[in-house]
């Protein structure tokens, strides 16, 4: 039977919408049935020989939710494990670890209270997109054809993963480098302080902990730290405990943010340069993966420390698949993605923080020194937003005007000259333009080129 399904729920890298408007618990159940029927039809097998994790946030759906896409999974024919209430890198790891088919994670990441949705991925730990997979499974719940080729049930597993998942993110870092430091620690509600807080009792830090239980009420504020209003009490937090480092996560807690000792926030893209060259002390002459809105800090950072730096699409669906054609060591997003060769190609929330602590602890310098020759030299306007009609016309008029330029379209449109460059590129889901560009002169002059393209954008 068809169930309703608004088509705007199904993104460009997950399914994402409002509980009990948008998603409710009998379209989760059809969700769940109709990704047996894409996964069985990715993998060449009837559903009955498929198993896939699950997993949840803690939102105050997820538990009603979850278990309906487990019945929609079960009912469908396949075996299913289920871990629970668990941070979304651990749903990656446990279908990365037992070799699963794939998984689902009940969850709507750094999205207000309201809102619910599921992370899919398939076998690997490779996500499903809008192009592969997540428009078959809308179609699918849509027409009412959410079968896996069984008429069986599925059998059903619970586990606990949490020590497992924690001894191998360990594994990333020497504990006995970790120097005593102390650190703020932001885990905005969300599923951090269960899923890291007992890795960072392990190590010698003084941790003072701010919204650190979690609470899918958000009582303190929204688990979104890329948002300016949502950093504002780690910062204050720092600046009046003076302590050594801020760290925010997200809801699901895929994603962290650095704030150094001074109270400032850490860009992305600065900090994938720093991670990348501690990764190519390790890991020498490695790949590095970069998103093509980044700062030149990146590839030049990677270049100098004898590594290869490789521009890439936006998106963890790419990025994973990326990763693995070209054997990177390690990639990373603006927003705050951070992808791991070791640990399955995934985005990791966890990792980068034991990574940074022990980055301080070996160069022994305070964060803030160690980003002083990056932010003296690359000037960044972050990503700006801007309504526009016709996207794909506005590209074509910006190519024009640029047309002196070095142009590449990895992934929108990136113009690059000797001392600037920026990158345009569409929204996936409304009509915006988003900019990021940067100046390798002056911030004044980064500001001009910045009002510039956007004149010409917002014309």
Known sequence: MAVAAPAEIFKAYDIRGIYGEQIDGDLAEAIGAAFVAVLAELHGRPSSQLSIGLGRDMRLSAPELSARYREG???????????????????????GSRSLDGG?????????????????????ALALSGETGIQEIRRRVEAGVVTGGSEQRGS????????????????????????PLSVVADGGNGMAGPMVGPLL?????ELIETYWTPDGEFPDHEPNPLLEENRQAIIARVRETGADLGIAWDGDADRCFFIDEQGSFVDGDFMTALLARALLAKHPGATVLYDVRASRAVPDTVAAAGGTALAGRVGHAYFKRRMREEGAIFGGEVSGHY??????????????????LELLGRERKPLSQLLAPLRERYFISGEINSQVSDPQAKMREIAERYSDAQISEIDGISVDYEDWHFNVRPSNTEPLLRLCLESLRSRQDMEERREEVLALIRS
Do not use: W
Request: aromatic letters at 10%; one cysteine or more.
């Open 156 to 179: 059903l597993q619970e586990i606990d993963i949490y020590g497992e998942f924690q001894r191998a993110a360990l594994g990333f870092i020497d504990p006995q480098a970790v120097r």
């Open 73 to 95: 999974m079960l009912g469908a024919g396949a075996s299913v494990i289920d871990i629970g209430m668990v941070g979304t890198e651990m749903l990656y790891y446990l279908v």
């Open 339 to 356: 992808y791991f060769r070791d640990f399955y190609c995934a985005d990791s929330g966890t990792i980068p923080a034991l990574l940074v």
């Open 104 to 124: 689902l994670m009940c969850t709507a990441s750094h999205n207000p209270k309201a809102y619910t949705g599921a992370k899919l991925i398939r076998e690997g």
């Open 201 to 205: 009792e392990l190590l010698p830090i």
